[in-house]
């Protein structure tokens, strides 16, 4: 093993898989595809994770644990409902810079409803961002920046939101995914914000935002 390969850590490998998926997509990706974006040697990634379906696994099972980075992220950047929006929006961006990208991405989770392992650990990952949104939401009433309400219903719908706006994007392809995100990210929290100062913000952001289309 040379001293390149020591010093690659297991996240960047799983980091370059993400990108290797992102342009090819899950199904044509090779070990051989991962080791050149990683700068290591294929043999590498058999020991490490022993075939192809070990190294999507990994990178699964390192998704179960992200909705708690995620929020880190949007408590580091002031912890209000803006803020939420503003993280949602820009995760969107940098995962899906074109419907292509998205394309790509969207193929893994044909692998994660048909096979067995893959769907437990997809399932954990949706329960825990489901929960972290909650708890999230929760923090937000408290802090009276949101109405009392069914934080467990209104993060489903947010959960929701935030897939389905990506989906329908890339089908019209107008303006930016982020834009379509933080639209409707807004209108389904709008009833429920109290402060005049997170208002005042979204209504300035709003004239950015592409046109709705007609089916939208």
Known sequence: MSPRTRLVPDSEVLAATARVIG???PVRLTLADVA?????????????????????LELARQGVGESGNFFAGVRQNGSRVEDLITTFSQCCEAMAPDAATL????????IDLTDKDFHALALAQAKSFHEQ?????????????????????????IQL???????????????KVGD???RDLEFILEPYLITDT???RRKDSSAKRPKQSGNR
């Not at 020991?47 to 379906?53: E, P, T, V």
């Not at 394309?103 to 044909?110: D, V």
């Open 23 to 25: 342009r090819i997509g």
């Open 36 to 56: 050149a974006e990683a700068g290591i040697a294929p043999a590498t990634l058999i020991q490490r994770f022993g075939s192809k379906r070990g190294l999507l």
């Open 103 to 110: 394309s790509n991405h969207l193929a893994f989770l044909q």
């Open 133 to 157: 949104i909650r708890e999230f939401l929760e923090e937000m009433v408290r802090a009276k920046e949101l109405k009392p309400c069914d934080t467990g219903a209104l993060a489903r719908v």
């Open 161 to 175: 939101a935030y897939g389905g706006s990506m989906l329908q994007w890339a089908i019209e392809r107008q303006g």
């Open 180 to 182: 379509w995100v933080r």
């Open 198 to 200: 997170t208002k005042g």
